[in-house]
Nanobody
Framework: QVQPVESGGGLAQAGGSLTLSCTASERTFNRYGVGWFRQAPGKTREFVAALSWTGSSTYYADSTRGRFALSRDNNKNTVYLRMNNLKPEDTAVYYC????????????????????WGQGTQVTVSS
């Protein structure tokens, strides 16, 4: 069991950048698959990006591919989401979620796949 905690949200201008962090105190967090989701007011939660539990694969939504990038620092028990070229439509609460390592066929884009969730961090992009 892990408890992800997000940080790094804030206000950015369109075209700017922010880096979100997802960390957990449990050392086992390094072995979990990690997904990022976001939810804007009045909208459903949507998939943003995911990093496989092996760390060898990354996945992105069509809306974030080429602008967002995932990385992991196992020494710090942290997964980073670097967000570049931000757009007003990126404004949302961003959530980090962890999934226990498992077999192949990981449905990384489905929020129901994930067992543990952070509280979220607000990202606001002004035009």
């Amino acid at each position: 069991q892990v408890q992800p905690v997000e940080s790094g949200g804030g206000l950015a201008q369109a075209g700017g950048s922010l880096t979100l962090s997802c960390t957990a105190s449990e050392r086992t967090f390094n072995r979990y698959g990690v997904g990022w989701f976001r939810q804007a007011p009045g909208k459903t939660r949507e998939f943003v990006a995911a990093l496989s539990w092996t760390g060898s694969s990354t996945y992105y939504a069509d809306s974030t591919r080429g602008r967002f990038a995932l990385s992991r620092d196992n020494n710090k028990n942290t997964v980073y989401l670097r967000m570049n070229n931000l757009k007003p439509e990126d404004t949302a609460v961003y959530y980090c979620a962890a999934d226990s390592p498992g077999a192949s066929g990981w449905i990384y884009y489905n929020a129901l796949t994930y067992d543990y969730w952070g509280q979220g961090t607000q990202v606001t992009v002004s035009s």
